[in-house]
Nanobody
Framework: EVQLQASGGGLAQAGGSLRLSCAIS????????IGWFRQAPGKEREGVSG????????YYADSVKGRFTISSDNAKNTVYLQMNTLKPEDTAVYYC????????????????????????WGQGTLVTVSS
């Protein structure tokens, strides 16, 4: 059974840091792309970062580039999103998701992750950044 478990959200001050984790079971990280999406109140869910572990390719949205870092630990089957220099506009529910070939293609070609390319989703974890 495929499962993704996101954790690590919480409250941070502007300029602070949080690290999100996505623990995966039921498949190998080499077989799927993993994306991080976020959804702020009243807004659509947007892709902020993604990783194709088999090639090492990573994607970042312009809004988080230079502040967020995605990484994977194949031994633990876990993907992390290190979020530094947090801003109030980073406040959202963050989701991790797994996708196959189309999701991998998005990352490798540096396209924004598309929700429809992701087949499996974890529950969200809330990140709140205070000013």
């Amino acid at each position: 059974e495929v499962q993704l478990q996101a954790s690590g959200g919480g409250l941070a001050q502007a300029g602070g840091s949080l690290r999100l984790s996505c623990a995966i079971s039921g498949f190998s990280l080499d077989d799927y792309a993993i994306g991080w999406f976020r959804q702020a109140p009243g807004k659509e869910r947007e892709g902020v970062s993604g990783i194709d572990s088999s090639s090492g390719t990573k994607y970042y949205a312009d809004s988080v580039k230079g502040r967020f870092t995605i990484s994977s630990d194949n031994a633990k089957n876990t993907v992390y999103l290190q979020m530094n220099t947090l801003k109030p506009e980073d406040t959202a529910v963050y989701y991790c998701a797994a996708g196959g070939y189309a999701a991998i293609a998005d990352i490798v070609t540096k396209r924004s992750p598309s929700r429809v390319h992701y087949d499996f989703w974890g529950q969200g974890t809330l990140v709140t950044v205070s000013s």
